[in-house]
């Protein structure tokens, strides 16, 4: 695109709001709302944010692990970018720059609008940018001159990427910048490839790490050949376990810690295994004891699938919903705090109800709250209560707090992500200490009461910029339980359309015809979206329709349909899947493509040639197409 009419754009966006959303990509026109609604200065000349040497020193000392794995590929790379007048930065998930090297000339510009090590150079600082978009989207990003929202870039071209691991946690950001008369378009190529190459290392490091656990589990089981332990890497995965405890139980290798103790054992001592690289802890081995008797033979009733399982729901047919199901049968007769994640309107509440319904609690009260609908405010007295005279406009005899309310039952905090940073303390406090003070109050009232929190959002994300508390979210997160969106679950679509028809007695539409046409759309609202097609349908019946008008007019009605995965066919469709990928995903999805040509299609030694799990190698042949 021509710079100067980016530049007119740009002004006209500041000055007066206004932004025609076909100059820019929808990534960029999210970026730029954003800086907006944060206030931040489009005038803006340079970074403000600096840390100190003693600062910086600290932030690599934090991100040590970063530095060491990405240095080897940036000093590979040193003289190309010198002699491309260009930089290379490497950036932690705070946006700080770590290091920067590259051409003297650029380096020197560079430092004309504080774009140097120490910086901070994120969204919220210097507004629409390549490092700062690329640690908000964790995509890879390229950004020339007034593309940026602040003008200290304006006369810049940026190209970054993140570097992810285990599961989209964010490592950092590699970034290759240089004056606009320098850009080239092989620099996202070139940040993709480095951060891709990471991952990897990543993958390989992590994978070591667990042989080297196995080692010292095989050298403990030598010298506690009697011992009851188990072996978990840093996820609380089991990766080993004695040879007593596998045979008592020998489905516990892949097991998660807290589902193997619900079996029966207990914890009586940790010791942690550390790196003998770096000394970072890798792993712990959990020295265990049996329960007593009555206790086991308790739990192991409890899992037993003699009693009948209740949810009141449809629970459909698909392999994904139906191990969530098994998640909720296997935690349901424990008192184990667990955390459901899935987006809106995908059911965490029925997920939440059907926990409490098959535990021993089931005799006692539900409790629900959501937390997102109450104001900051009332926020503590909602959850905790208060006394006759706490404040102004207080009840007579004072009021009962959710956690009071829920006493021998269950207390379900749907929206937990959304509770204010000054209530997570006391939440946690409360979590630990299993006690609770109303407000007004100096007297602590017991609790006992089981608690389940849900959210739909990235609360790992959430943790990073600081809106959530660590250590609330470990205290909260024992047993996590994610509730699969309905585009993933479309198997199940005819059996949900046929359990809410009856539920609602509505017999006016033809449930089979209506269950194909419904299977093409994405669904973002989920099942609750779902239920309300089905409504509208149904009015829409009232006025002697055919089945056939019905459907159709139900089709228009969805205006944000997109083709899914599976009715994507032919030529025209590979193309759709290619340019919805990023530069990070094609360069995966070309090493499969590879790794399969090697091993003649074989999907198992494939996954191995390139060291991953073969789960996460059939999820992204799904994801690219293959």
């Known amino acids: 695109m021509n710079t100067t009419f980016h530049f007119d754009d740009w002004k006209r966006f500041v000055n007066e709001g206004i932004l025609d959303s076909a100059r820019l990509n929808k990534r960029l026109l999210e970026s730029w709302y954003r800086c907006k609604k944060a206030m931040v200065n489009p005038y803006l000349n340079k970074g403000l944010d600096l840390l100190s040497k003693e600062e910086l020193s600290e932030k690599k000392e934090k991100n040590s692990l970063l530095i060491e794995l990405a240095s080897p590929y940036i000093k590979r790379m040193d003289q190309a970018i010198k002699d491309s007048g260009m930089m290379a930065l490497l950036v932690d998930p705070d946006g700080y720059v ?170 009586v001592s940790e010791l942690p295994f550390h790196s003998k690289k770096n000394n970072r802890i890798v792993g712990s081995c959990y020295f265990l004891s049996e329960m007593q008797q009555s206790r086991q033979n308790i739990s192991l009733h409890s899992l037993s699938h003699s009693k009948p399982f209740i949810f009141k729901g449809e629970r459909g047919t698909s392999e994904v919903f139906q191990n969530t199901l098994k998640k909720v049968k296997l935690v349901a007769p424990t008192d184990t705090t667990v955390f459901i994640s899935g987006e809106t309107g995908s059911g965490k509440e029925l997920i939440a109800r059907a926990i409490h319904d098959n535990s021993p609690r089931k005799d006692g009260p539900f409790i629900a709250l959501n937390c ?122 005819p059996y949900l359309i046929r359990y809410f028809c009856k539920r609602k007695e509505w017999n006016n539409f033809n449930v089979d015809d209506l269950s194909d046409r419904l299977k093409d759309y994405e669904w973002p609202g989920n099942i609750r979206e779902l239920i309300n097609v089905l409504e509208r349908l149904h009015i829409m019946s009232l006025d002697n329709q055919s089945s056939q008008d019905l459907i159709v007019n139900s089709m228009e009605s969805l205006t944000f349909k997109q083709p899914s995965s599976s009715s994507l066919i032919g030529q025209k469709d590979k193309e759709a899947v290619e340019t919805k990928l990023t530069a990070r995903e094609k360069i995966q999805r070309d090493f499969m493509l590879d790794a399969l040509k090697k091993t003649k299609g074989n999907v198992t030694a494939a996954a191995k040639l390139l060291e991953i799990p073969r789960s996460t190698f059939y999820k992204r042949l799904r994801k690219f197409g293959i």
Request: aromatic share 8%; net charge negative; charged share 25%.
């Open 372 to 493: 997102g609908a109450i104001p900051k405010d009332l926020m503590e007295s909602e959850l905790f209560g208060y006394v006759e005279g706490a404040f102004t406009g207080a009840r007579r005899k004072g009021y009962k707090g959710k956690f009071e309310q829920a006493q021998q039952g269950t207390l379900f905090l749907d929206e937990i992500g959304e509770i204010p940073h000054s209530m997570q303390v006391a939440l946690l406090r409360v979590l630990q200490e299993r006690k609770v003070t109303p407000v007004g109050s100096t007297k602590e009232i017991p609790l006992n009461v089981r608690v389940i929190t849900a959210t739909h959002r990235d609360i790992m994300e959430h943790i990073k910029k600081g809106n959530f508390r660590e250590d609330l979210f470990y205290r909260l997160n024992v047993y996590p339980i994610d509730v699969p969106p309905l585009r993933n679950r479309k198997e199940d679509i």
């Open 98 to 267: 770590l290091s920067l090297t590259g051409n003297e000339t650029t380096l020197s510009e560079a430092r004309n609008i504080n774009f140097i090590e120490g910086v901070r150079w994120t969204e919220c600082e210097v507004g629409t940018n390549a490092i700062g978009t690329s640690l908000e989207s964790k995509e890879a990003v390229t950004i020339n001159g007034a593309e940026h929202y602040s003008v200290a870039s304006h006369q810049w071209s940026c190209s970054a990427t993140p570097i992810l691991y285990d599961n989209d946690n964010l490592l950092g950001v590699i970034d290759v910048s240089c004056p606009i008369k320098s850009s080239h378009p092989f620099m996202l190529g070139m940040v993709a490839s480095i951060s891709y190459a990471i991952e990897k290392d990543i993958s390989k490091r992590s994978y070591q790490e667990e042989i080297a656990l196995v080692q010292q589990a095989d050298h403990l089981a030598e010298t506690h050949q009697n011992r009851l332990f188990l072996v978990c890497n840093q996820k609380q995965t089991v990766i080993s376990a004695s040879k007593p405890v596998r045979e008592r139980f020998p489905q516990s290798i892949g097991m998660f810690l807290d589902e193997v103790l619900h079996n029966g054992y207990q914890i």
